[in-house]
């Protein structure tokens, strides 16, 4: 008895364990994050055999269907938890927080939105991610589902601050049965995160795209006031493609340094 007692209890450890190892957004990590402190976890929900749809676009109801610009259906294993933040704590700081754990940890980011441009709120609380204590102002919510760059894995972000104040975060991780080949941002999302980050990674380490030519020329086209630099051993080649898809070559500039990795910085 004590023996099978101990080799449930083992494999009950070893269990969490790789939850927290292989899922970045699991409640232990997200919860020790400074925006977090003295947040109050409304529930959390394991759905081992599921399939769900992720939008990677703005949501909106047509003759009574739910309709994403672009979508992602994936299956397999989805954990999902809700926090209520601490009055001291907004839901801004909380995205930001969670998104830069997100790919400091590896993920990328595949879809971000922000405002009124996720579409009504109603419906990402409601449809989306069946959970009314979502629901808040469409111009104070914030959106972004992120995809691990070594495993099948998806995480999900969504940010509201409701009419009473009280800032809202929910995270969504999905250990996916499988994930698309070449999934890329598209050019909004490319434009926050320069607006946001000031640099966007262009290759991995084996100088794979993590993006497409085309979709940062049209990013950097929607802000003409945009001055970049361009950085690494693929920085020429990448000004080439953008300059040839309508960005002017004057707003690109070239780094020496040819030993980092090949990314994009916007210039003061």
């Given at each position: 008895?004590?023996?099978?007692?101990?080799?449930?209890?083992?494999?009950m450890?070893?269990?969490?364990?790789?939850q927290t190892?292989?899922?970045?957004?699991?409640?232990?990590?997200?919860?020790?994050l400074p925006?977090?402190?003295d947040?109050?976890?409304?529930g959390?929900?394991?759905?081992?055999?599921?399939?769900?749809?992720?939008?990677?676009?703005?949501?909106?109801?047509?003759?009574?269907?739910?309709?994403?610009?672009a979508?992602?259906?994936?299956?397999?294993?989805?954990?999902?938890?809700?926090?209520?933040?601490?009055?001291?704590?907004t839901?801004?700081a909380?995205f930001?927080?969670?998104?830069?754990?997100?790919?400091?940890?590896?993920?990328?980011?595949?879809?971000?939105?922000?405002?009124?441009?996720?579409?009504?709120?109603?419906?990402?609380?409601n449809?989306?991610?069946?959970?009314?204590?979502?629901?808040?102002?469409?111009?104070?919510?914030?959106?972004?589902?992120?995809v691990?760059a070594?495993?099948?894995?998806?995480f999900?972000?969504?940010?509201?601050?409701?009419?009473?104040?009280?800032?809202?975060?929910?995270?969504?991780?999905?250990r996916?049965?499988?994930?698309?080949?070449?999934?890329?941002?598209?050019?909004?999302?490319?434009?926050?995160?320069?607006?946001n980050?000031g640099?966007?990674?262009?290759?991995?380490?084996?100088?794979?795209?993590?993006?497409?030519a085309?979709?940062l020329?049209?990013?950097?086209n929607?802000?003409?006031?945009?001055r970049?630099?361009?950085?690494?051993?693929?920085?020429?080649?990448?000004?080439?493609?953008?300059?040839?898809?309508?960005?002017?070559?004057?707003?690109?500039?070239?780094?020496?340094?040819?030993e980092?990795?090949?990314?994009?910085?916007?210039?003061p």
């Amino acid at each position: 008895m004590m023996i099978r007692i101990c080799h449930r209890l083992l494999g009950m450890l070893l269990l969490a364990f790789m939850q927290t190892a292989t899922g970045q957004a699991s409640p232990e990590t997200v919860a020790g994050l400074p925006a977090l402190v003295d947040a109050r976890q409304l529930g959390h929900t394991q759905q081992l055999a599921v399939e769900k749809i992720y939008p990677l676009g703005s949501v909106r109801r047509i003759s009574g269907q739910l309709r994403f610009s672009a979508e992602l259906t994936i299956s397999g294993e989805r954990n999902l938890t809700t926090w209520q933040l601490s009055p001291v704590h907004t839901a801004d700081a909380a995205f930001a927080q969670v998104r830069e754990h997100l790919q400091q940890e590896g993920s990328r980011l595949l879809y971000w939105c922000e405002g009124r441009d996720c579409g009504p709120s109603n419906l990402w609380a409601n449809s989306v991610f069946g959970n009314a204590r979502l629901y808040g102002p469409d111009e104070h919510q914030r959106y972004a589902v992120l995809v691990s760059a070594t495993s099948p894995e998806l995480f999900a972000l969504y940010t509201v601050t409701r009419g009473n104040g009280r800032g809202m975060l929910h995270v969504e991780h999905f250990r996916a049965d499988d994930l698309p080949d070449n999934l890329y941002p598209a050019a909004a999302t490319l434009l926050l995160q320069l607006r946001n980050d000031g640099q966007l990674e262009l290759a991995n380490d084996q100088g794979n795209p993590m993006l497409e030519a085309t979709q940062l020329a049209r990013a950097l086209n929607r802000d003409s006031s945009l001055r970049v630099m361009l950085a690494g051993e693929q920085a020429a080649g990448w000004r080439e493609q953008l300059i040839e898809a309508g960005v002017r070559a004057t707003r690109l500039e070239l780094d020496d340094n040819s030993e980092v990795a090949t990314r994009m910085q916007v210039l003061p």
